[in-house]
């Protein structure tokens, strides 16, 4: 028994993965991930010294007795059958989900608050979000870092599509970095560039997770929980026959943070074995191999803490000349869209497509759909169709709206056959809003958040289930339990519906119309009763008055 | 003679001595005009009420002051900055981030390091005087509030459209002047600020201050009541017009203006005469305690640091110690914690059937122990 004095063990990690396509796209990832050394199982410890975990984040964690917690906010739409599936997926707009830990009594009070401690710190609108948007997951978003208990109660899910981001929403999320944007990968984080490609998403990722050290001796080691906090940056950038990273992000790089641990740029050259696609410079001996996505991908690594990556002019700047034109990408295998049918401005159908291209194993997928109030769905026209038949989904939990109050959720677990296409369908009617609810710009319609599609792929590949810190971080986001299949989330196109809308202007039009016909026709009625009515004598020329005058003398008739 | 050397000695004496004694008076002088005007922290309100991209100069308009204010010191927690829509990454614009307040793309005014505190459908006529009045519910983050005291000066620019006695917010709903000055008469009360700056750049924007009441509050607009104030220059990259007049001449009167500058308030009102802005650009003055000539531009777009020159070494104390972590198996449960399956299947199906069954014992069942242990063990040495 004793007491010992441990070093604080906080870590730091960041790499960037530039994937290039066939079609002269690239998609950049950029992970950073911190590590942060305190036992996440006595919550309500009193934490005084933050390291390089951001210290706005850490007393937001412990002031709400948050358990994991992980935002983004996306601009754009991720196209899977065009890029593939991204590392870590996101929806449109902003999207917020939390596990709280057991010992909160008060959950929806913890979640009002923490959404607008969070909407100062990333400078957006989250304090929209409340109990109208607000859905609690039964069977979807189970917890990515360690839990035994998964009791859904304390889960908590929101997106708002509406929500842009820009650099008010970047400028935050840079600070939370140890290096902030002056040293490391960060420095390439320009928002002129950065905002300028299809597809820009921003995420926080807090969830805690196992320590290992290796090869360390301490003398008592407390191999406790910690949390960890992954904030990863996606976009997708058009470019042409030749890049590089002066050309994509204005910047080059030239020294990793400091205080980072491991810092890499990781290039996919998988399509690229001879050489017969692209030209990559400047060379690197370093090669990895990873699996991911049920994928075996091959990398050209780019160590940023060795001195000799940054060469003779001590900077970094990849440069990539497609030579050849490349096939085709491999189809992903799973794949989902979501659209409105129908005409008017009384009923309309959600239709949701979900793709199996895997050509001979069937999986299940859980279809998660979060439609608010406003949209009222007639649950009982829901069809599950597979090719041409009906599907039962072996798991269904609804709950239906409330009137401002609670929007309807509808979870699903569906087998879908191989090589086939599933649709779900529902009706609903559009609901007729109050006056003072309807936004600024009601005209532009009001937005419908993205459905979730969660399932366990079958991997070509087998996945690695040993989850060790050596791992590139973009392979080792999600935990893998089994080898044969990887976990992946799609998201759907929100939708975009018109209600009903009432001229805005009428009220004035029927003021000035009403007071119009009240002043013309009352007016006149009035005047007609209430006006008398004389003879008026008109006033005669100069000439005839000076007429009158000398005939008054005379004592002739006058003139009139 | 001899007097008249007595004269020129005592003369002289009497200069040796004044000297260090008139220049600590300077000094004193220096010190007291440093802090004449009584405040010791600046705060500024930003609002553009306008919606849609045509209205993209009101949103220049706005980070064309913000970027004056934070470059002569005032930083990002002391700013409120409301913004009705989002210009700079709307679809429209063919250069995403950014925000031009010159033709040919010369000077960008949204820049790298911006925080929006109120953007969107948050920017309300309601959310405004809250903010002013700082009647806002107890959840509000504190980037959001005005956090002002008795001895704040505060600096409240407003632009959009408006009209006589009233602005237009987000083509939805307007506030109007008797409004205004109610609240700031609130904020008096309160005593929420020291002294007040209002500038106001609409069409007859001078109707907005017409009805104010309170004391140490300062005006300027940009039109009389009966003119309309005009923008300055379309272009043709971006196919809207970029700025509004008087906040393009109050900006090129700004970039001259630096932390240290005295330039004062009565070269703010001849900002933008009404041969370069085609309306009167009005100010009121009646109600500032203050002659306008002895108010520095600094005084509202620029802030007060608190400097203490000292001279003595300062020990810094020693570092922070390191978290102890107790050891004893007594106190620690050994507990084994694990990654959670991402989607259960089975589990998913029994919680159904567990539903159907109305059986409240399920969900001890849907735990389940898998390879990856990560166990809160303690390790002994040797």
Same mark, same amino acid.
């Given at each position: ?269 998988? @399509?690229?074995?001879?050489? !017969?696609? %692209? ?6 001996? /370093? =090669? ?5 996505? $049920? ?7 780019? @160590?940023?803490?060795?001195? !000799?990556? %940054? ?6 700047? /990849? =440069? ?5 034109? $490349? ?234 | ?382």
């Amino acid at each position: 028994m004793g007491i010992t004095a441990a070093a604080a063990r906080d870590e730091f990690q960041e790499e960037l993965v530039i994937r290039p396509l066939h079609s002269g796209d690239i998609y950049a990832s950029f992970q950073f991930r911190t590590l942060w050394d305190t036992d996440f199982l006595q919550e309500g410890q009193k934490v005084s010294h933050y390291r390089l975990f951001p210290k706005s984040l850490g007393q937001v964690l412990s002031k709400f007795s948050v358990r994991e917690l992980h935002i983004s906010f996306t601009q754009g739409f991720w196209r899977t059958m065009q890029w593939g599936q991204p590392f870590i997926p996101s929806p449109p707009g902003a999207e917020l989900w939390v596990w709280f830990h057991d010992t909160v009594s008060d959950v929806d009070g913890n979640w009002k608050e923490l959404t607008n401690v969070l909407s100062g710190i990333f400078c957006a609108s989250l304090n929209f979000i409340d109990l109208t948007n607000t859905v609690q997951p039964s069977a979807s978003f189970k917890p990515l870092g360690l839990g035994n208990a998964t009791d859904h109660r304390f889960l908590r899910y929101a997106t708002l599509p509406r929500e842009i981001v820009c650099t008010e929403n970047l400028t935050p999320w840079k600070k939370l970095l140890p290096c902030g944007s002056k040293a490391g990968l960060a420095v390439l984080l320009k928002s002129e560039k950065l905002f300028h490609s299809s597809f820009h998403s921003q995420a926080v990722h807090i969830r805690p997770v196992c320590q290992h050290k290796n090869g360390l001796d301490f003398a008592k080691i407390l191999d406790a929980p910690s949390f960890c906090i992954h904030l990863c940056i996606n976009c997708y950038l058009h470019l042409f026959t030749e890049w590089s990273l002066f050309k994509m992000f204005s910047r080059t790089l030239t020294e990793a943070c400091p205080l980072a641990t491991s810092s890499k740029v990781y290039v996919d050259i998988t @399509d690229n074995p001879e050489g !017969e696609l %692209f030209e990559l410079s400047p060379a690197t001996p /370093l =090669l990895s191999q990873a699996v991911v996505l $049920g994928d075996r991908r091959t990398y050209s690594v780019f @160590d940023l803490t060795r001195a !000799e990556t %940054f060469g003779q002019l001590r900077s970094l700047n /990849l =440069l990539l000349r497609w030579k050849g034109d $490349g096939g085709e990408m491999l189809r992903p295998l799973l794949h989902a869209e979501r659209y409105v049918a129908g005409f008017g401005l009384q009923t309309g159908e959600i239709h949701t497509v979900i793709y199996n291209n895997h050509p001979y194993r069937a999986f299940p997928v859980l279809l998660m759909d979060s439609v608010p109030w406003y949209l009222q769905l007639y649950i009982h026209t829901l069809t599950v169709t597979s090719k041409s038949r009906d599907n039962k989904p072996s798991y269904i939990h609804y709950q239906p709206a409330k009137d401002r109050h609670r929007p309807h959720l509808l979870e699903m677990l569906i087998q879908l056959p191989p090589h086939s296409m599933t649709e779900v369908t529902v009706q609903f009617e559009r609901a007729l809003l109050k006056w003072t609810e309807y936004t600024p710009d009601p005209n532009h319609g009001f937005y419908v958040g993205s459905s979730v599609v969660s399932a366990l792929v079958p991997s070509m590949v087998a996945m690695s289930t040993n989850f060790t810190q050596d791992q590139p971080l973009f392979s080792s986001f999600v935990p893998v339990k089994e080898e044969s299949s990887y976990f992946v989330r799609v998201y759907t196109e929100p939708l975009l519906v018109n209600l009903p809308t009432p001229d805005f202007s009428m009220p004035y039009n029927v003021i000035c119309l009403t007071c119009t016909v009240v002043a013309v026709g009352y007016g006149s009625f009035y005047n007609l009763l209430t006006r008398t009515f004389q003879v008026d004598e008109p006033s005669l020329p100069l000439a005839k008055r000076l007429a009158n005058l000398i005939r008054r003398i005379r004592g002739v008739p006058l003139l009139t | 003679m001899n007097y008249c050397n007595l004269i020129t000695i005592f003369a002289f004496i009497n200069l040796l001595v004044s000297i260090p004694h008139g220049y600590s008076n300077y000094v004193e002088t220096k010190a007291g005009q440093f802090f004449s005007s009584g405040h010791t922290n600046n705060w500024a309100v930003l609002v553009c009420t306008s919606r849609f991209w045509f209205n993209y100069r009101h949103v220049a308009n706005t980070l064309s002051v913000y970027r004056s204010v934070k470059r002569l010191g005032i930083p990002d927690s002391h700013i409120v900055l409301m913004l009705a829509d989002d210009m700079a990454c709307n679809y429209r614009n063919p250069k995403p981030a950014t925000v031009f307040s010159h033709k040919n793309m010369e000077l960008n005014v949204y820049g790298d390091d911006v925080e929006v505190d109120y953007r969107g459908y948050e920017v309300t006529v309601e959310n405004f005087l809250r903010v002013l009045t700082g009647r806002l519910p107890p959840s509000t983050p504190r980037s959001k509030r005005l956090l002002s005291d008795d001895r704040s000066n505060i600096l409240i620019y407003l632009t959009g459209h408006g009209g006589n006695g009233f602005l237009k917010f987000q083509d939805s709903e307007e506030i109007s002047n008797m409004e205004l000055a109610d609240a700031f008469e609130q904020m008096w009360q309160k005593r929420r600020y020291n002294e007040l700056l209002f500038i106001i750049d609409t069409c007859q924007g001078a109707s907005m201050y017409e009805r104010f009441y309170s004391p140490n509050l300062m005006a300027l607009a940009s039109s009389q009541v009966g003119e309309d104030s005009l923008s300055h220059q379309p272009d043709l990259g971006i196919g809207v017009h970029l700025m509004d007049k008087y906040t393009f001449y109050l900006l090129e009167f700004l970039e001259e203006v630096h932390p240290a500058s005295q330039a004062n308030m009565n070269d703010l009102f001849k900002v933008c005469p009404q041969s370069q802005c085609v309306s009167t650009p009005g100010h009121r003055t009646d109600l500032f305690q203050r002659d306008p000539g002895s108010v520095l531009i600094t005084d509202f777009f620029g802030s007060v640091r608190k400097v203490e020159i000292t001279k003595d070494t300062i020990n810094l104390t020693s570092p922070v110690e390191p978290p102890i972590k107790r050891s004893g198996s007594s106190d620690i449960q050994i507990e084994s914690l694990t990654y959670v399956d991402q989607l259960p299947v089975a589990e998913i199906i029994h919680q159904q059937d567990c539903l159907e069954a109305n059986v409240t014992r399920c969900r001890r069942k849907q735990q389940r122990t898998r390879k990856l242990n990560c166990q809160v063990v303690e390790k002994q040495t040797a």
